[in-house]
């Protein structure tokens, strides 16, 4: 971080009331953290309605959650719409999430793709790997690899690390791309690097086989566990099965109980069947043969000819209240999995800096230093570099009015003070 030269005292004098209604974001902001939505939802609104962005989308989330009024549906998308006609990707992109769901009005995938491609074109990563998706399996569009390599390839360069992985496995396969595994493992590694479990599961299963990386069965650990405690089932079952035969790692059964469990709740055929096993056993985790037998009975189901197998064997061992109670299981099992798939995540407000605008974010953080009195709606114009000249001069920077990492930087360690010395006081 740029350490600022001396910025004067009168920094915090200067912060006055300019536009009340406008300090009322961050007001709106602590209500929605602290969990009163009605409260958030009333700050917002007059913002909202003035042309404040992030406003306008926080109110849209809100009524899509069933905060205020009747018709909430109705009035979640008018304010998507008016934030969305006004150029704010945020609202772009989830007004196409919206029509894609069909959650609040009836799936529209044409005016999804239209709401996506508009928040591509002005440089929304998640837009752009959303539309190479849709490319990439034909979904609303005719498939067409090459496009969505395209896409793919911008959205990687931002660093968004889905489209950095697909972009690899697109290299992988040779599809849109000439086929290049040198190149895929470098787009893996740039996804695994930033966090994204598939990448690291990929990594993971290349140093276990020695492609493209020298054998190592300790890195193959370590990958996989990376993505394991993500939640991604693949690398759970993996991870598993490397401490079962103490791969990489000291053999642990009960370890490896713990991770096929994960997986299997997930889905994870295999670590079903293989969780089934170690129940059966005994093998790290309590014998419990009717437990053994509804995991063996769900991955029956979806095709794993290895369960059925095992089921056979075993429904030998089972009296009938047993099977009963192993039936009782599955369809247990079969409400958790349920519940789990269809239980919808609610939308989330945010706070300005979240959405990544920059311009935006320094509108807001001028406002809550007393600089700017104006709507925050991401434009530049005079009154937006009016008030980053004053700030720059009161900051101790070179005065360009313009909005740069180093003028961030510095509205950053302002607001940190001034709240900071605010919290102070009170």
Excluded: C
């Excluded at 900051?395 to 360009?400: I, Q």
Aim: aromatic letters at 10%; a negative charge.
């Amino acid at each position: 971080m740029t350490v600022m030269r001396a910025i004067a005292l009168a920094l915090a004098l200067t912060v006055v009331v300019t536009l009340s209604a406008h300090a009322d974001f961050e007001a709106g902001w602590d209500a929605y953290r602290s969990g009163d939505r009605e409260l958030a939802l009333a700050l917002w609104l007059p913002l909202a309605r003035d042309g404040d962005l992030d406003a306008m989308y926080n109110v849209a989330a809100l009524h899509e959650n069933g905060f205020g009024e009747p018709d909430d549906a109705v009035r979640a998308i008018e304010w998507y719409l008016r934030a969305a006609k006004a150029g704010f990707t945020a609202a772009q992109f989830r007004l196409a999430r919206v029509f894609d769901d069909g959650v609040l009005v009836d799936a529209d995938r044409e005016k999804a793709l239209a709401w996506y491609r508009k928040a591509a074109d002005l440089g929304m990563a998640e837009a752009r790997f959303t539309l190479g998706l849709a490319y990439e399996t034909g979904d609303g569009v005719a498939a067409n690899p090459g496009v969505a390599a395209e896409w793919y390839r911008a959205a990687a360069e931002q660093g968004f690390a889905a489209a950095q992985h697909n972009l690899g496995e697109l290299y992988q396969q040779g599809l849109g791309v000439p086929k290049d595994a040198a190149r895929a493992v470098e787009w893996f590694e740039r996804a695994a690097a930033a966090g994204f479990a598939p990448s690291q599961n990929n990594l993971g299963f290349m140093y276990e086989r020695g492609d493209q990386r020298a054998p190592s069965a300790e890195q193959a650990v370590r990958w996989y566990r990376a993505a394991a405690e993500q939640g991604f089932a693949t690398a759970q079952t993996n991870l598993a099965i490397m401490l079962s035969y103490g791969v990489g790692v000291a053999r642990d059964h009960a370890a490896a109980a713990r991770w096929y469990r994960a997986a299997a709740e997930q889905g994870d055929v295999e670590a079903r069947v293989n969780l089934a096993l170690l129940l059966a056993n005994g093998q790290g985790i309590e014998r419990d043969t009717v437990e053994a037998f509804a995991w063996l009975m769900l991955a029956a189901e979806a095709g794993a000819e290895a369960a059925e197998a095992h089921r056979i064997q075993l429904v030998t061992r089972l009296d009938d209240d047993q099977l009963a109670a192993a039936e009782a299981r599955v369809a247990e099992l079969r409400r958790e999995s349920a519940a789990r798939a269809t239980t919808p995540s609610p939308v989330r407000a945010k706070e300005t800096a979240e959405f990544g605008h920059i311009e935006l974010t320094a509108q807001r953080r001028l406002v809550t230093l007393g600089y700017y009195d104006r709507v925050v709606d991401g434009i530049v114009g005079w009154g937006t570099r009016d008030a980053v000249r004053k700030f720059q001069r009161d900051a101790g920077l070179d005065v360009d009015g313009k909005i740069t990492p180093e003028l961030m930087r510095a509205l950053y360690d302002a607001v940190e003070r001034f709240t900071t010395s605010a919290g102070d006081a009170s």
